[in-house]
């Protein structure tokens, strides 16, 4: 009976003190844990002696990268591949880290990455309200190693940081990001047909490359790879990616198309530009003397659009094309209705064989538009014949204004397509040439 009742105490004890270890552990008070938490992640955000390498995909946009050097005081110094300036001149602002949805990192003062966010497009060209539906609140998610990942708050984009090592951070500090973004832009510039040799389904193609290189909301910050195949249709694939010392990562996860997942852009040697997929197989970025796969082919597959953008002269206007476009725009402004001619949208709707050309015109402040529909032919050769409908809505207003370009032109003319590189930007563009007047071109960007 003495050795049941000594064991039975044994148990009791035994079971006091694995609650205890239990409520030690677990039943800590919420705010302390929460105060633990922060400071976790403040101390390893600002630990990291040599910075910070960051990328996120923004949820409208492309893809950005970025140097961050945080330390205790909630001090952040950055560089970024926004533009020119940001890629060469280091931004000291502030950040803090505090409790929200979790454990919340804050860019609550202007610097790069706010950039993203300006609903003001004279900002960074974001779009009104929303800028490049990115955030400036990020949640903490989790860390590995030598990795932090948090997830924004709002947008859910992911922004991964890695460790910076000494070298890197001293590349950045001279500028070094700027000179690698120049690079890669100058290859593109002198490779304006690139493409990558890859066997699908035993069949060796040439795979067209298509990097826009250019901050457009719509279609910049992104690598494009398109092929016809076998069977005579396009297969095309798309992604964001972000500017690195050592040319592009490609971001959410790769670029996957035709069961291979690209992730990234490097330099084989000086001169030599590869694409690596996941298993770090190497595909050498090579020129055509002529583009892979002409303009029309891609509509409906790549873009359906070309928008022209609100100006009085840009890359592929003829002088033709902007003066027809000058006095559309002077008798819609000295009309009645005193109208602002803005961008032209010339969507295509490939099954129906239709386009629409949408002005975007503006009263004062507000916003109207106006569609001219078309129906259309096209040959084997990619010629365009035009065929005008009636025109609805607010387009019944400016039939006559708009007759230089549309009654004169669009309606009469035939029309080929072509690829524009912008000799500022290098963005590829997509452009409208007559055939019976060829000194009436004019271009816009391909959506």
Avoid at 13 to 23: D, V
Avoid at 169 to 179: H, M, S, V
Avoid at 225 to 248: E, N, P, R, W, Y
Avoid at 284 to 290: R, Y
């Amino acid at each position: 009976m003495k050795k049941i009742l000594f064991l039975f105490a044994c148990l009791l004890i035994f079971a006091g003190c694995k609650k205890s270890s239990f409520e030690a552990k677990f039943d800590q008070d919420p705010e302390i844990r929460m105060g633990e938490a922060i400071a976790k992640v403040k101390n390893t955000l600002s630990s990291a002696e040599n910075g910070w390498i960051a990328t996120t995909p923004t949820a409208d946009g492309g893809g950005y990268s970025f140097f961050m050097k945080f330390d205790g005081t909630e001090n952040v110094k950055m560089y970024a591949d926004l533009n020119d300036a940001s890629a060469k001149t280091e931004y000291a602002s502030y950040y803090r880290v505090k409790q929200d949805q979790g454990v919340d990192l804050v860019f609550d003062t202007f610097t790069y990455i706010t950039m993203l966010n300006d609903p003001d497009p004279s900002t960074f060209g974001g779009l009104l309200r929303t800028g490049f539906k990115s955030d400036v609140d990020f949640i903490y998610d989790r860390s590995s190693g030598d990795s932090i990942v948090f997830i924004g708050k709002r947008y859910r984009q992911p922004l991964k940081m890695v460790k910076a090592t000494a070298a890197q951070r001293a590349t950045y500090e001279a500028a070094g990001l700027k000179t690698a973004i120049d690079k890669i832009k100058g290859f593109f510039a002198i490779n304006t047909n690139p493409y990558i040799d890859v066997t699908l389904n035993g069949v060796a193609s040439r795979v067209g490359v298509s990097p826009n290189l250019t901050n457009n909301v719509l279609s910049g910050k992104r690598i494009d790879l398109s092929v016809m195949l076998a069977d005579g249709t396009i297969s095309s694939g798309v992604q964001k990616f972000a500017f690195t010392l050592l040319g592009g990562e490609i971001l959410n996860g790769g670029l996957v198309w035709q069961g291979i997942t690209f992730v990234r852009m490097a330099w084989k040697d000086a001169t030599t530009l590869a694409l690596y997929d996941s298993t770090e197989k190497e595909y050498i970025i090579k020129n055509s003397p002529t583009p892979l796969l002409p303009v029309h082919l891609l509509l409906g597959v790549k873009f359906s659009s070309i928008v022209v953008p609100f100006a009085t002269t840009y890359p592929g206007w003829s002088s033709d094309f902007s003066a027809r476009r000058a006095a559309a725009a002077a008798a819609m402004l000295a009309g009645p209705y005193q109208l602002r001619l803005d961008k032209m949208t010339f969507a295509f709707a490939v099954v129906n064989k239709r386009m629409t050309l949408t002005t975007d015109i503006y009263q004062g402040a507000n916003r109207f538009v106006g569609d001219f529909p078309f129906t259309y032919t096209k040959t084997d050769a990619g010629v365009f014949k035009f065929t005008a409908g009636t025109p609805t809505g607010n387009a019944g207003l400016i039939v006559a204004n708009m007759a230089p370009l549309t009654t004169q032109r669009l309606n009469v003319d035939t029309f080929t397509l072509a690829y524009f590189v912008n000799p500022t930007t290098g963005e590829t563009l997509g452009q409208f040439r007559s055939i019976e007047h060829p000194d009436f071109t004019f271009s816009g960007s391909l959506l």
